[in-house]
């Protein structure tokens, strides 16, 4: 069986990590379980246009595993040619770089390893909460030039304490971010999902639902957002709704680039309308050197938290994420009934009601 993996180049570091396992180098760990199982395993970085690897591979593999750090994007159009494709196994969490859709029509599976990294973006969400609101990054900045003016940074940095966070998603992430935030004390936290929280699991963060969009965001003193890319998120934050947002809020993405309008959060940053924006995911990835995200300021000149996607591909997530892997492909190897909270797409129909109300 001809299995195609997308991953991303480790290099140097790959070589000198070999916990670095979501890279080409490095494989997942599966080669060696792969070649003893018979199969046949093609990896690669070269995943955009039609010379690439991945679209040359992708007419007869059976089996495809991408990573969402750098995605493999399977649209409808390259399913077509993917005769002998089965099932599509995301290493991590966050299948939006498939046509999902189009993989029900085509009866491909689709599966990830749920769970794996979701403390590690979690983690990382309250980090760049406290990066924004505390003004780090420019204060950071300030002490490598060998500057020292503590009223410049002061002038824009906050407690978290008393101020109101709210994520869009309570699934998860979202729910995790929650739970390291009470210790904060926050003035209130919020959430804005399709999907309500049990009442014990809302009374344990003490979170309360507010189910309008507007009215939420124009609460949060910081927003972040930890709901999938689908139909129903795309795009979500957009100039209308930044303007509901309250001046000055800070907003943290973690969940995809494309929830949020590009050139808006760029104009709404700009403007204070968002005093901050961090998130380590960006609409395209690799984002261009010259993607307006990289550099975009604040009245102040700060407010820019961007990092590269990595938040849940920490060394510890490498390791779930590797392990879950080998295992989805274990009991499709052995027709074996998957772990019913990996499958985002069984055989011609969904399962998962988390990539939108249908
Ligand atoms: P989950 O499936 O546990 O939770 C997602 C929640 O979002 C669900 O409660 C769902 O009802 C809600 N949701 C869906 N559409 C919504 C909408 N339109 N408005 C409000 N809520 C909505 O997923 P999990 O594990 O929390 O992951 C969430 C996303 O985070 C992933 O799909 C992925 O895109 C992203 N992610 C990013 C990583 C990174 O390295 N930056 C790593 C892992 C996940």
Redesign the pocket.
């Known amino acids: 069986m001809k299995v195609l993996a997308i991953l991303y180049n480790g290099f140097k570091s790959a070589v000198q990590e070999p916990r670095l396992l979501g890279t080409v180098e490095n494989k997942l760990g599966l080669d060696k379980w792969l070649a003893s199982r018979g199969h046949e395993l093609i990896v690669s970085s070269d995943k955009e246009g039609p010379n690439s690897d991945f679209q040359k591979h992708i007419a007869d593999a059976e089996v495809l595993i991408t990573t969402?750090?750098h995605p493999g994007y399977l649209t409808r159009e390259v399913m077509e040619k993917a005769k002998n494709l089965k099932i599509c196994v995301t290493a991590?969490?966050?299948?939006?770089h498939i046509d999902l859709n189009a993989a029900v029509d085509h009866k491909i599976q689709v599966l990830e390893v749920?769970?794996s990294?979701?403390v590690?973006?979690a983690e990382?969400v309250v980090m760049d909460i406290l990066a924004l609101v505390r003004n780090f990054v420019p204060a950071h900045e300030m002490i490598e030039r060998g500057d020292w003016q503590v009223s410049d940074i002061a002038r824009n940095a906050y407690d978290l304490e008393g101020k109101v966070v709210g994520t869009?998603?309570?699934?998860?992430?979202?729910?995790?971010v929650l739970q390291r935030l009470v210790p904060f004390d926050c003035k209130e936290l919020l959430y804005?999902?399709?999907?309500q929280l049990p009442a014990e699991r809302e009374q344990a963060v003490k979170a309360r639902r507010v189910e309008d969009?507007e009215q939420f965001v124009s609460e949060c003193d910081v927003v972040t957002v930890?709901?999938?890319?689908?139909e129903?998120?795309r795009g979500?934050i957009n100039e209308k709704l930044l303007s509901k947002f309250k001046p000055g809020a800070w907003l943290v993405n973690?969940?995809?680039g494309a929830i949020c309008d590009q050139d808006a959060v760029v104009a709404a940053l700009k403007s204070g309308q968002l005093r901050g924006y961090a998130?380590?995911?960006w609409n395209v990835q690799p984002a261009p050197k010259d993607h307006p995200w990289r550099t975009m300021k604040n009245p102040l000149g700060g407010g820019n938290g961007m990092t590269p996607?990595?938040?849940?591909?920490t060394l510890d997530?490498q390791a779930r994420y590797a392990a879950g892997t080998k295992k989805i492909l274990e009991n499709y190897f052995d027709g074996k009934e998957q772990n019913p909270a990996d499958v985002i797409v069984g055989i011609g129909a969904w399962a998962?009601?988390?990539?939108?109300?249908r």
């Open positions: 969402p750090f991590g969490v966050g299948s939006d749920t769970g990294n979701v590690s973006v990382h869009i998603g309570a699934g998860r992430i979202g729910y995790r804005y999902d399709y999907t969009i930890n709901a999938p890319l689908h129903g998120t979500l973690t969940a995809r998130g380590d995911v996607h990595y938040s849940g591909t997530a998962t009601k988390a990539y939108g109300q």
